[in-house]
């Protein structure tokens, strides 16, 4: 099986009511426990390669680790590039048979991303590769991805229309109060439910309303969309790891999401976490061991385990790949 593009996977999420999960990749461990899951529930799967990640790896074995998932699992796979950040770097990724990219060019004013947008869109519908866009800015800070809380704000519903029809782009991600990291929010922003735990403000569903308005059926993208899953911040913390007060988006708000406009959810933090999580485990645990494989082993274990949680809870994207593998030809 090919690798895909995203236009049928979202067709069938926006129809369906659930979401495509798009995961970070940055080594082998990670391409297996996450196909490993997908394939398990038989679900799509995009797994996405940021900047950072080709310069960490080499472009080249994340496009062959990708394709070798594909050989092994047989699930619908796009390979994405996560916040391409100009022309060449899509363009590397296009010629590198990457099915989809993403050119961010949010912290642009509108005319310039417009411009900048609609010249990545025209080299990748060129090569048959379709093409995310971005406006509105989230908060965050990863190696390539530094945006300050100051400078995050909402996209502005009033400009979606004009920036789909100009740029031609085939999806949008949208700054709704998500925000990249595991500390997404500070516990003075929270407030404690019933059973103790942080809750963060609610993600801005007005916002994503007024956007389905006016370009319906148009596939919406959450970045920055991890949990921050308690379990595993709890066993890094457990195991000689400090990680203080780091807070995710609740996964009921993820859900609800997932069932409107939005087709793409992204996650990187959660599986770093769970990454984390297994290896700290297993050298607390087993102090004489030296062997790479039997440390990194655990944190793929953990992986696995998280994206099928994900997939069944969050993305509600389950059982979909043959619907999804049926339209293929027709895109
Ligand atoms: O949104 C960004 C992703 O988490 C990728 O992070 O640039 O550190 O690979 P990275
Ligand atoms: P998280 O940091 O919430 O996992 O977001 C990842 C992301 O948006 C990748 O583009
Ligand atoms: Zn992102």
Redesign the pocket.
């Known amino acids: 099986m090919p690798l895909i593009k995203t236009t049928a996977m979202f067709k069938k999420a926006y129809e369906g009511g659930f979401a495509i999960g798009?995961f970070?990749v940055n080594n082998m461990e990670i391409v297996q426990g996450i196909t490993g899951a997908a394939a398990e529930l038989n679900s799509p799967v995009i797994l996405?390669c940021?900047a950072g990640a080709r310069k960490y790896a080499n472009s080249r074995y994340l496009v062959h680790l990708v394709r070798a998932a594909l050989e092994v699992s047989d699930i619908p796979i796009a390979l994405h590039l996560?916040?391409g950040p100009d022309y060449a770097t899509c363009k590397s990724c296009i010629d590198d048979g990457f099915t989809s990219v993403?050119f961010d060019g949010s912290h642009y004013s509108f005319k310039e991303n417009i411009e900048k947008t609609k010249e990545v869109v025209e080299y990748a519908h060129a090569h048959n590769v379709v093409v995310e866009a971005e406006l509105g800015q989230?908060a965050?800070v990863?190696d390539d991805?530094n945006v300050s809380a100051e400078n995050a704000h909402y996209t502005k519903p009033e400009e979606v229309e004009e920036f789909v029809s100009k740029t031609g782009c085939d999806s949008l991600a949208i700054a709704i109060g998500?925000?990249?990291?595991?500390f997404?929010f500070k516990p003075e922003q929270c407030t404690r439910n019933a059973d103790g735990v942080l809750v963060p403000p609610e993600l801005r569903f007005d916002v994503l309303a007024e956007i389905e308005k006016k370009i319906p059926g148009f596939p919406i993208v959450?970045?920055?969309?991890?949990s921050?899953i308690p379990k595993y911040v709890k066993i890094i913390n457990d195991n000689g790891g400090k990680l203080d007060d780091a807070i995710?988006?609740p996964e009921d708000q993820l859900r609800k999401a997932a069932k409107s406009a939005v087709c793409k959810i992204?996650?990187?933090?959660?599986?770093?976490l769970a990454m984390t999580a297994g290896i700290r485990e297993h050298f607390i645990a087993h102090p004489e061991h030296f062997d790479p494989r039997q440390y990194i082993a655990p944190g793929r274990d953990y992986i696995k385990e998280l994206v099928i949680h994900k997939i069944k809870t969050v993305l509600g994207s389950e059982g979909s790949a043959p619907g999804i593998m049926a339209l293929v030809n027709e895109y």
């Open positions: 798009a970070n996405q940021s996560d916040h993403m989230l965050g990863e991805v998500t925000s990249h990291g595991a997404k959450l970045h920055g969309a991890s921050v995710g988006i992204n996650i990187d933090s959660d599986l770093r």
